[in-house]
């Protein structure tokens, strides 16, 4: 019986722990809660993603209704693969969050930020399990109203300013994308997205289908920053509390971008397929100039976590770029960069959340000399950071190498070159924070500095060691990638 209802499970769950931790209003109460309910979502996501590779596609009627007519959850291997990490990152975050929202958050308002996570969460889950176009934008407007609530909940008053321009261009990409949808309506009938795209057959090239792939493809670019789109981003990484950022870092972008290769390979793949219509090129150019145009401005920061925040944005250049390759090896690095890039950056914020723990700042001046103090905090930063490089025996090598694979597969030697170019900028703002923590002189803010909490240093060692260790065993990452490609690539054929 469990076992049926997992689908159903995967969104009540954190939507009845976001309603309890807002009834209980005690901080430590609020936080049991949301650690019970973010320990449970992996073992649901898991369930999910093994009935699928051994039964294929699971198809969930909502409310007696069934599909067209009515809600469907809709669970193959590229949703089950987001559930699983967002889930995933979801558990580790929450033993990480008791001290550092203690820290940084007002007592009378720690039980509304572990409320609004959970609602963040539920909205994300849903976003990446439903198989309905507008329930879609239903979640998309929980999980981001919850996500503008914790970036405002940072002690800058920068963090006020940052979550109201993410809330202009989130409610921008959301209107494109209700429009976007709209239109499908107009022209098939339906919101169901296995109906819809079994019914765009015949008419997919007609104007409304084609405006509504433009409204559709801005729209969500908007909501996984990808370049020039991308301006919400640094502020809100930067000013948002330490837990808001390691988790919308390792989540949101990922799930608005599992939303692109749904409607690009599932719902809309002959379009995206169709030769007289760029958008490959452009996904392509745009991509490019997110890996070296983002990463470049990294290089100037003297702010760790808007640092980290522009290399964010570069980053999503990479897993765009293996939607642009458009082949199996290329597909396959963008999707499994969605897991790794999730591990990596969740990493480097958690260690950088620690140091703000610790000394208050993490400005580069400040961080002098930290590793001294925090040499565990700061290795596993290291490590972390030689993964984001591409070093061989870290997850971003794998992402990588599928790339250049791609890219060589395409005949597009020169794209395998800009990729491993690209990475050597990484090399100077991942060296130069490297440089400042660990050969300079310990800083006054420093001198203080110590390992943080167990409850906050054991979680980023996990996902350090989880960079390695998918290094070098690919089984459940590129594996399931690799699945999770062919399944789109048939949508296009």
């Given at each position: 019986?469990?076992?049926?209802?997992?689908?159903?499970?995967?969104?009540?769950?954190?939507?009845?722990?976001?309603?309890?931790?807002?009834?209980?209003?005690?901080?430590?109460?609020?936080?049991?809660?949301?650690?019970?309910?973010?320990?449970a979502?992996p073992?649901?996501a898991?369930?999910?993603?093994?009935?699928?590779?051994?039964?294929?596609?699971?198809?969930?009627?909502?409310?007696?209704?069934?599909?067209?007519?009515?809600?469907?959850?809709?669970?193959?291997?590229v949703?089950?693969?987001?559930?699983?990490?967002?889930?995933?990152?979801?558990?580790?975050?929450?033993?990480?969050?008791?001290?550092?929202?203690?820290?940084?958050?007002?007592?009378?308002?720690?039980?509304?930020?572990?409320?609004?996570?959970?609602?963040?969460?539920?909205?994300?889950?849903?976003?990446?399990?439903?198989?309905?176009?507008?329930?879609?934008?239903?979640?998309?407007?929980?999980?981001?109203?919850?996500?503008?609530?914790?970036?405002?909940?940072?002690?800058?008053?920068?963090?006020?300013?940052?979550?109201?321009?993410?809330?202009?261009?989130?409610?921008?990409?959301?209107?494109?994308?209700?429009?976007?949808?709209?239109?499908?309506?107009?022209?098939?009938?339906?919101?169901?997205?296995?109906?819809?795209?079994?019914?765009?057959?015949?008419?997919?090239?007609?104007?409304?289908v084609?405006?509504?792939?433009?409204?559709?493809?801005?729209?969500?670019?908007?909501?996984?920053?990808?370049?020039?789109?991308?301006?919400?981003?640094?502020?809100?990484?930067a000013?948002?509390?330490?837990?808001?950022?390691?988790?919308?870092?390792?989540?949101?972008?990922?799930?608005?971008?599992?939303?692109?290769?749904?409607?690009?390979?599932?719902v809309?793949?002959?379009?995206?397929?169709h030769?007289?219509?760029?958008?490959?090129?452009?996904?392509?150019?745009?991509?490019?100039?997110?890996?070296?145009?983002?990463?470049?401005?990294?290089?100037?920061?003297?702010?760790?976590?808007?640092?980290?925040?522009?290399?964010?944005?570069?980053?999503?250049?990479?897993?765009?770029?293996?939607?642009?390759?458009?082949?199996?090896?290329?597909?396959?690095?963008?999707?499994?960069?969605?897991?790794?890039?999730?591990?990596?950056?969740?990493?480097?914020?958690?260690?950088?959340?620690?140091?703000?723990?610790?000394?208050?700042?993490?400005?580069?001046?400040?961080?002098?000399?930290?590793?001294?103090?925090?040499?565990?905090?700061?290795?596993?930063?290291?490590?972390?950071?030689?993964?984001?490089?591409g070093?061989?025996?870290?997850?971003?090598?794998?992402?990588?190498?599928?790339?250049?694979?791609?890219?060589?597969?395409?005949?597009?030697?020169?794209?395998?070159?800009?990729?491993?170019?690209?990475?050597?900028?990484?090399?100077?703002?991942?060296?130069?924070i490297?440089?400042?923590?660990?050969?300079?002189?310990?800083?006054?803010?420093?001198?203080?500095?110590?390992?943080?909490?167990?409850?906050?240093?054991?979680?980023?060692?996990?996902?350090?060691?989880?960079?390695?260790?998918?290094?070098?065993?690919?089984?459940?990452?590129?594996?399931?990638?690799?699945?999770?490609?062919e399944?789109?690539?048939?949508?296009?054929?």
């Amino acid at each position: 019986m469990i076992a049926a209802n997992l689908p159903a499970l995967q969104v009540v769950l954190p939507l009845f722990g976001a309603v309890l931790c807002a009834f209980l209003q005690r901080g430590i109460l609020a936080w049991g809660v949301a650690l019970i309910v973010s320990l449970a979502m992996p073992f649901i996501a898991a369930g999910l993603l093994i009935q699928v590779l051994d039964s294929g596609t699971i198809s969930y009627a909502l409310g007696g209704w069934k599909p067209p007519i009515g809600i469907e959850y809709r669970v193959d291997v590229v949703n089950a693969f987001i559930l699983l990490l967002v889930s995933l990152i979801g558990a580790i975050i929450m033993p990480y969050a008791k001290a550092s929202v203690e820290k940084e958050i007002p007592a009378d308002r720690q039980a509304w930020f572990y409320a609004i996570y959970l609602l963040c969460l539920c909205g994300l889950l849903g976003m990446a399990i439903t198989g309905d176009a507008f329930n879609i934008f239903v979640f998309m407007e929980v999980s981001s109203l919850a996500a503008y609530a914790l970036i405002a909940m940072g002690r800058d008053r920068r963090a006020l300013l940052a979550a109201y321009q993410y809330l202009i261009m989130g409610t921008i990409g959301a209107t494109f994308y209700v429009i976007g949808v709209g239109l499908l309506y107009s022209m098939t009938g339906t919101l169901n997205l296995a109906d819809m795209a079994s019914r765009l057959g015949g008419i997919e090239n007609s104007r409304a289908v084609l405006a509504a792939m433009a409204f559709l493809t801005v729209g969500i670019s908007l909501k996984l920053a990808l370049f020039p789109l991308h301006v919400w981003l640094p502020n809100a990484y930067a000013y948002a509390p330490s837990v808001a950022t390691v988790f919308l870092a390792a989540t949101a972008t990922k799930v608005a971008v599992y939303l692109l290769l749904r409607y690009f390979f599932t719902v809309l793949g002959t379009v995206f397929a169709h030769k007289s219509l760029p958008i490959a090129e452009i996904v392509l150019i745009l991509s490019l100039a997110a890996m070296f145009g983002a990463s470049i401005v990294a290089i100037f920061q003297d702010d760790v976590k808007r640092m980290l925040a522009y290399s964010s944005v570069g980053q999503i250049g990479y897993i765009t770029l293996g939607i642009a390759i458009t082949n199996l090896a290329g597909l396959t690095g963008g999707i499994v960069h969605l897991f790794n890039h999730a591990l990596i950056k969740g990493s480097l914020f958690m260690a950088i959340g620690a140091v703000f723990y610790q000394i208050g700042s993490v400005k580069l001046d400040d961080v002098a000399g930290l590793g001294k103090r925090m040499p565990i905090t700061m290795g596993a930063f290291a490590i972390a950071g030689l993964s984001i490089i591409g070093a061989p025996g870290t997850v971003g090598f794998i992402s990588k190498w599928y790339l250049v694979l791609g890219a060589f597969e395409k005949g597009w030697w020169w794209l395998a070159f800009l990729i491993v170019a690209s990475s050597l900028i990484s090399v100077v703002y991942i060296g130069r924070i490297i440089e400042v923590v660990w050969f300079r002189p310990v800083s006054a803010a420093a001198k203080r500095a110590k390992e943080p909490p167990l409850s906050m240093l054991v979680p980023t060692l996990l996902l350090v060691a989880a960079t390695i260790y998918f290094g070098f065993d690919t089984t459940a990452t590129a594996g399931i990638a690799g699945l999770a490609a062919e399944l789109l690539l048939a949508g296009i054929r």
